[in-house]
């Protein structure tokens, strides 16, 4: 293929995912394929010559989009949402076509500068204090890992990128069990090992991790002669929303000297609403935070915003700078991959910069507030229906619910039952978590195009099909 024939078929495109997106609600939402159904389907060896662009197309419809969950579907309350508006798709489009590598200011001055800029407007956006510098990561997960290994360092006094860990004593890291998993994997790639990720119980119905089991943890470990390197606390936790007082975390970390990272991966996009602001109250005072816009704002994956309060840190925990990746001439310019752990980096502020100017605030702040109230509505009509209890109350648009319905027996198996049983069904799509060792339904508004009435048929769903249980 080349520029020309790229023409037609990107017009072919277009029209393909308008028609895709204009159809989404006649598809299941969860993929209903069996588990190598389409491995099977597969020739097994790559074609010696060049085959025709129409049967790959219509390979792709028979073969491949059956066996797709479809994120994008309106009725998708499973896990959190991973949006994709349209202009921001269309950014997408125009950085593919491009094609740069912006992982240096020269590389792309362009990128690196959008960068900055929009970052600043996130931080403006979510109420976050001047002082604060950003970043654009993949995910969250390289955020964290990026903030726990500069925990890890300011704690060795920046000896550990140098001669490792062997000889150091073992670097203790604070957090409740309600983080995500992403956490637990920074901690392995850091080298600081899961046995020193320090579970700090919950406390409360918002589930939040209690700093006054936090301080006896941290005074056992410096007495046992371990060094306590650093706090991660979360607003909006995966599992049920759990969210830490973190004005209350950051009291106990700077009495103690310690890093602390806030993970609001989810529930920060929420924060361009001033009135949910208070639920991260003290957040100005962390080191490092991280929020997806593509979550919940709807900046096509991927789009992770990650602030600082020092960047230096940041820089000289990851830098490397070899002759061939110096900028000479041009004093003062930020290399972005300086701030990653990749060296190579997409241009990913150009669908930020198209999704903030398309929407605005105003519009985005109306989508999240719809899906909150609309959650809030649905958690209300379930918990009025016998047999039925909400297990967490909503934590913005996110809350869990259990089928108890009298003489059921096994609970658990028959939650996972309904679940099961839904997704099958195709109409909606929803998730299990686990909250006190008992198994619950979790459900989330979070889809960019979702409306009340995809909410409704939720209710319908699950009301409909436990009776059939």
């Not at 024939?5 to 609600?25: E, I, Q, V």
């Not at 197309?57 to 994120?71: K, R, S």
């Not at 003062?332 to 669908?351: C, H, M, Q, T």
Request: glycine share 8%; aromatic share 8%; net charge negative.
């Amino acid at each position: 293929m080349n520029w020309n024939d790229f023409r037609h078929w990107g017009r072919r495109a277009a029209d393909w995912a308008s028609d895709y997106h204009a159809g989404l609600r006649d598809r299941p939402v969860r993929a209903q394929t069996a588990p190598g159904a389409i491995l099977s389907a597969l020739p097994g060896a790559p074609p010696e010559t060049a085959e025709d662009m129409e049967d790959i197309l219509a390979d792709f419809e028979a073969t491949i989009l059956p066996g797709m969950t479809h994120w994008q579907h309106p009725r998708f309350f499973a896990y959190f949402p991973a949006n994709a508006a349209p202009v921001s798709v269309l950014a997408e489009y125009y950085v593919s076509a491009i094609a740069a590598q912006c992982m240096l200011w020269q590389t792309s001055p362009a990128a690196t500068e959008l960068e900055t800029r929009v970052t600043d407007w996130m931080r403006q956006a979510v109420g976050l204090r001047p002082g604060f510098a950003g970043v654009i990561q993949d995910s969250a997960s390289s955020a964290t890992l990026c903030a726990v290994l500069t925990m890890r360092e300011r704690a060795l006094r920046w000896r550990g990128n140098a001669t490792g860990l062997s000889g150091e004593p073992a670097l203790r890291v604070y957090a409740s069990a309600e983080v995500h998993s992403s956490i637990d994997r920074a901690i392995w790639i850091a080298g600081i090992g899961a046995a020193n990720l320090v579970r700090i119980p919950t406390t409360g119905p918002g589930r939040a991790m209690d700093t006054a089991a936090l301080r006896r943890a941290i005074a056992a470990d410096r007495a046992a002669g371990h060094l306590p390197a650093g706090i991660v606390a979360c607003v909006g936790g995966t599992s049920a929303g759990a969210t830490d007082d973190i004005a209350a975390v950051m009291d106990v970390a700077e009495a103690e000297a310690l890093y602390t990272h806030v993970d609001a991966a989810w529930a920060g996009s929420a924060m361009i609403c001033p009135e949910f602001q208070p639920l991260w109250a003290g957040v100005d005072r962390a080191d490092s935070v991280v929020l997806n816009p593509h979550k919940w704002l709807g900046a096509q994956f991927d789009c992770t915003t990650h602030f600082v309060a020092d960047p230096d840190d940041l820089v000289r925990t990851l830098a490397i700078q070899p002759e061939y990746l110096r900028t000479h001439g041009a004093d003062g310019v930020i290399d972005y991959s300086e701030w990653s752990v990749p060296l190579g980096r997409r241009f990913r502020a150009l669908k930020l910069w198209f999704l903030i100017r398309v929407h605005g605030l105003v519009g985005l702040r109306a989508m999240i507030r719809d899906h909150v109230a609309w959650a809030q509505g649905l958690a209300r009509r379930i918990a009025a229906v016998p047999g039925f209890e909400i297990v967490t109350p909503p934590m913005l648009s996110l809350f869990t619910f259990r089928y108890a319905p009298p003489r059921a027996g096994d609970l658990d198996a028959l939650n996972q039952r309904l679940v099961n049983t839904i997704n099958d069904d195709g109409r909606i799509y929803l998730t299990q978590t686990r909250i006190d060792g008992a198994l619950v339904v979790r459900f989330q508004a979070g889809a960019f195009t979702a409306t009340a009435q995809d909410v409704d048929m939720a209710f319908e769903v699950i009301t409909e099909i436990a009776a059939t249980l």
